[in-house]
Structure formats: structure tokens, C-alpha cells
């Protein structure tokens, strides 16, 4: 009914960019946050950036000055440009979107199936 996915993964250099995007599609009557988490190896997931439909961004501290998140295509779609890329940023990033699909007068939490980002030297 919803679907969420994301491009845009692969491995870089330290200190290289990639841009991640996401969209959201499918019976969607509307969509207020969508954003990116992240899970490296052996930690749990974690926020990393997310923008409600305003356009209101909330960033973690890690990625504060480096990370960069918009949205565009009337707030369906999102990109996370990654700048100054360190080791410790390597994950799967996981799209996130709070969805009202049709059928339903709330919103529930979608995810995409994940997008591996590596880097290293």
C-alpha cells in the first residue's frame, strides 16, 4: 500500500560525499516527517536527520555541519547529502517516513529496506 525506498548508497574515501535519496509512494493520502537512522556494525539505530513537513530539520550531533537534508516533490521525496564522510559514519542508512495511507486517519511509521554506506581508505 506504502512504499518507501532509497538510493544512493556505495563506498567512498574519507573525507568524499554521497547523496542519499528516498521516496515515498502508494496510497498515501498525506506525509508529515520522513528523514534517515542509521545502524553500523554492532550498534543499535539511531537518528541521524529528519525534516517535518514544514521544513524543519533536526540533525544529530554527529553529523551537525556535514549532513544536509531537503525535500522536495510536493514533500514526497528526500535527500540526505553526506559531506566530510568519516569512518564512524559507515551503516546502513534507513529511510523513515510518518505516513496517513488511505484507510487510515493517523499516521504510522514506514521504512525503507536500507542503503549501505561505506567508508574507508
Known amino acids: 500500500q506504502v512504499q518507501v525506498v532509497e538510493s544512493g548508497g556505495g563506498l567512498v574515501q574519507p573525507g568524499g560525499s554521497l547523496r542519499l535519496s528516498c521516496a515515498a509512494s502508494?496510497?498515501?493520502?498525506?506525509?508529515?516527517?520522513m528523514g534517515w537512522y542509521r545502524q553500523g556494525p554492532g550498534k543499535e539505530r539511531e537518528l541521524v536527520a529528519l525534516i517535518n513537513s514544514i521544513g524543519r530539520t533536526r540533525y544529530a550531533d554527529s553529523v551537525k555541519g556535514r549532513f544536509l537534508l531537503s525535500r522536495v516533490n510536493a514533500n514526497s521525496t528526500v535527500y540526505l547529502q553526506m559531506n566530510s564522510l568519516k569512518a564512524e559514519d559507515t551503516a546502513v542508512y534507513y529511510c523513515?517516513?510518518?505516513?496517513?495511507?488511505?484507510?487510515?486517519?493517523?499516521?504510522?511509521?514506514?521504512w525503507g529496506q536500507g542503503t549501505q554506506v561505506t567508508v574507508s581508505s
Open positions: 502508494g496510497s498515501i493520502v498525506s506525509i508529515n516527517d
Open positions: 523513515y517516513a510518518a505516513v496517513v495511507g488511505r484507510g487510515y486517519s493517523r499516521l504510522s511509521d514506514y
